[in-house]
């Protein structure tokens, strides 16, 4: 089946610094991946959709400034958490899109659990 | 705006018995619906979904659900829970992009399997 990275795991940061999370689709190209938030115990919310080669796609009350999403090549998407506070820390899963016979199916990796001091 | 609603936030289970996982969606046309399931440490695996034809579907680890328009449910079932089956299971209903299919997730069940 397909698989998607996420890299680093878990980070721990102090506040006011930037960290950078990765995110791969190991055995397949994807045109569009996509970026979520997980708040313990809730749902995850999608953060921004990312179209390589092009500017992501922000929801509605997501910073971009604070949420930069870069999508240089059909592999790989890095999400970079700019001047991190503690209420910035979350679990941030992004997802990458395959298209099968009758429709897109999005494959998620497994999360970076984000710590913020 | 679509929305889901997954009523349990745990449910318990012994080892051996049926399982129902209760969902109940939102959505203003024909909604397509999914089941994902999370396990610690491993991202959300597809366990199966609705788009229309058959409203019981079948997805992998022997689970089923039923699409009940009437009840704007969509529950998940199976009919003997293993303790490897011990995770939390989200309930989607998908928005459609062109191709894409942008799911809302519902907050999640977590299954607690005892042996």
């Known amino acids: 089946g397909a698989v998607v990275s996420q890299h680093p795991s878990r980070v721990i940061c102090k506040s006011g610094t930037s960290v950078k999370i990765e995110c791969r689709s190991l055995d397949f190209q994807a045109t569009t991946m996509f970026w979520y938030r997980q708040f313990p115990k809730q749902s995850l919310m999608l953060m921004a959709t990312s179209n390589e080669g092009s500017k992501a796609t922000y929801e509605q009350g997501v910073e971009k400034d604070k949420f930069l999403i870069n999508h240089a090549s059909l592999t790989l998407s890095t999400l970079t958490v700019t001047s991190a506070h503690p209420e910035d820390s979350s679990f941030y899963i992004c997802?990458?899109?395959?298209?099968?016979?009758?429709?897109?199916?999005?494959?998620f990796g497994p999360g970076t659990r984000l710590t913020v001091l | 705006a679509q929305s889901v609603t997954q009523p349990d936030i745990h449910i318990t289970v012994s080892e051996g018995a049926s399982l129902e996982l209760r969902c109940n969606y939102s959505y203003g046309a024909t909604p397509y619906l999914f089941w994902y399931v999370q396990s610690p440490g491993q991202g959300l695996q597809l366990l199966l979904k609705?788009?229309?034809?058959?409203?019981l579907v079948q997805g992998i680890k022997g689970f089923e659900a039923e699409f009940k328009r009437s009840q704007s449910s969509f529950n998940l079932r199976k009919p003997s829970v293993h303790w490897s089956d011990a995770a939390e299971y989200f309930c989607a209903v998908g928005a459609r992009t062109g191709g894409s299919y942008i799911p809302t997730f519902g907050r999640g069940t977590s299954l607690i399997v005892h042996p």
């Open positions: 997802s990458a899109e395959m298209a099968l016979s009758s429709y897109n199916e999005q494959f």
């Open positions: 609705y788009f229309s034809g058959d409203t």
